[in-house]
């Protein structure tokens, strides 16, 4: 159980992910330098005397299914395992962000609103005094933009 979790703690990496993605657009140069689909005789004709990056000969191309790339199983793995980093990487960090939006509360009662911690209450008299108080007190604090 915990080779699986580590596993896929590896695979939801946001640095995975783009190493993937440089293995991808790497391979994908490869495989617009060398032609695709040819015979196999075209490779080893023309890589053998002249090799590409001066180590990959007909045969290793052939080998390596560098002569049809975009179909060959380790590219398509690849970008199975693309896919499967991008989701994994998403839920990893967007299922904490869902679980903490259902715990929203919303404070449409006096009730509620006032169980918070920050809250005070002040009684207010009727005729206003406490109101034109606050308001002295913001003007001597060079507020006069504030009108209550």
Excluded at 12 to 25: D, E, G, P
Aim: overall charge positive.
């Amino acid at each position: 159980m915990i080779i699986f979790k580590n596993l896929i703690l590896k695979i939801s990496s946001l640095r995975f992910a783009i190493s993937l993605i440089i293995f991808i657009a790497i391979t994908s140069g490869i495989g617009t330098f060398i032609p695709q689909g040819s015979s196999d005789k075209f490779y080893i004709d023309n890589f053998d005397n002249a090799p590409i990056f001066g180590f990959l000969d007909g045969g290793k191309v052939l080998k390596l299914q560098l002569d049809h790339i975009y179909t060959s199983f380790w590219f398509l793995f690849a970008l199975i395992l693309l896919c499967l980093s991008l989701a994994a990487c998403s839920f990893r960090r967007q299922i904490p962000s869902l679980k903490a939006s259902l715990k929203w509360i919303e404070y449409n009662s006096e009730k509620k609103f006032s169980k918070l911690q920050l809250t005070t209450s002040h009684p207010i008299n009727q005729d206003g005094e406490h109101l034109s108080k606050v308001e002295l007190l913001l003007k001597k604090k060079r507020m006069e933009n504030i009108q209550i």
